[in-house]
């Protein structure tokens, strides 16, 4: 008798399985790949997160006393890593911080593929005891 025949089958010498449980199987590790994938593409860094936004995290903190933006301590800014410019405004004046010669113009307003433009509504303090609604801008070069 040959194996061919299809009676081994039948006999039940060789392993089997039912066809719902082999689709749950297949459904489950297919489930299982699609919550990996979600996982690391979250889990890898991101890239194409604006610089100017960094700076404006980096910035931000150093400037701000107790919630109110002081425009003085921007001269405690240290060296940037791009090529940047960030600008106070309030109360019809600004007050600006470059890093050099080759800082992009602070008149910028819209993001390029060459900069990168972020800004935040922040409180400034204009003068002893008065405060103000101002902006705090960044343009950074890429």
Known sequence: MSRSSGEGFLRGDRAAVEPLA???AVLAVG??????????????????????????DRVEPVVTRGGIVEPERLRGVDEFRYAATVTIEADGKTWRVRSGDRAPAPTTTRR???????????TVGVGPGQNDRGTLRAVVYR
């Open 22 to 24: 082999a689709l749950v």
């Open 31 to 56: 489930a299982a790949l699609g919550v990996y994938t979600v996982a690391l593409d979250d889990a890898a860094p991101d890239r194409e997160r604006p610089t100017a936004e960094t700076t404006l």
């Open 112 to 122: 390029t593929d060459a900069v990168a433009v972020a800004e935040r509504t922040v």
